[in-house]
């Protein structure tokens, strides 16, 4: 499981073919983040703005973007948000408590069917 981590903020123009560790890059011409995976591999993660898929908000002094990012065609596998220059693991745990209360929910409305089904 990653720790969480604080990148450095680096607006430039195009992205650099070699990412340092630790810094998040944007290129508002390009409609690019860069940065290196947040668990340590070394492995780039590029995060296109022009598509639907991610959304970059700045307030001034840092960056967040929606939604998380899965790195799940990497061995690693990890997933983090990145809110505020820094990358927060989603924890496993709470997906696993969310998955739990869906089937809590599930067999409830299932019961609940079952017990007025008279109606
Ligand atoms: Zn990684």
Known sequence: MMKAKLFKLQFVDSIPHQLEEDVLYVSILHNMVSHLCACGCGRRVDTPLDTDEWKLTYD???ISLQPSIGNYDFPCK??????????????SRKQYQKKKKNKIIKSFEKNFKKLFSFL
């Not at 990890?78 to 924890?91: D, L, M, Q």
């Open 78 to 91: 990890t997933h983090y948000w990145i809110k505020n220059n820094i990358a927060v693991p989603v924890s």
């Open 60 to 62: 001034g002094e840092s």
